[in-house]
């Protein structure tokens, strides 16, 4: 799953702090209003793509660094992850793309929570 996936999962599961809740919410909101929203979220992501930074989005990657230690703080590791060729591309913007990756884990519960903040 992705950093902002894994950081919805602790807020949901109450585990966050109120100062971390309010940290996450912060960056949260910081890159809903700088990214495109992509079109595949409109149905709650029925298709299950997935997005990824492009390696150009260096300030948007280095902007992630908080969730990243956030996560860290809760145990929760979280990798960067770089592809060449992530999955079949169904959105693109300036900053992002979203694939259908080519291999996929099953939905559900994930445990234990990991992430990648992919790049």
């Known amino acids: 799953m992705g950093i902002f996936a894994a950081c919805h999962h602790l ?3 109450g585990r966050l702090t109120s100062e971390d809740d309010a940290l996450f919410k ?22 299950r793509a997935v997005p990824w930074f492009k390696p150009t989005a260096t300030a948007l990657i280095a902007a992630l660094a908080p969730l990243e230690d956030l996560l860290h703080r809760y145990g ?3 990798d960067v992850v770089r592809s060449p060729d992530p999955g079949t591309i169904v959105y693109e913007d300036e900053f992002q793309i979203g694939v259908l ?9 994930v445990s234990p ?3 990648a903040a992919e790049g």
């Open 11 to 13: 807020r949901r599961d």
């Open 113 to 115: 929570l990991r992430c």
């Open 76 to 78: 929760v590791p979280c």
């Open 26 to 47: 912060e960056v949260d909101d910081w890159f809903i209003t700088c990214l495109p929203y992509p079109p595949f979220y409109a149905d709650g992501n029925s298709v």
């Open 101 to 109: 990756p080519y291999v996929r884990e099953p939905a559900g519960p």
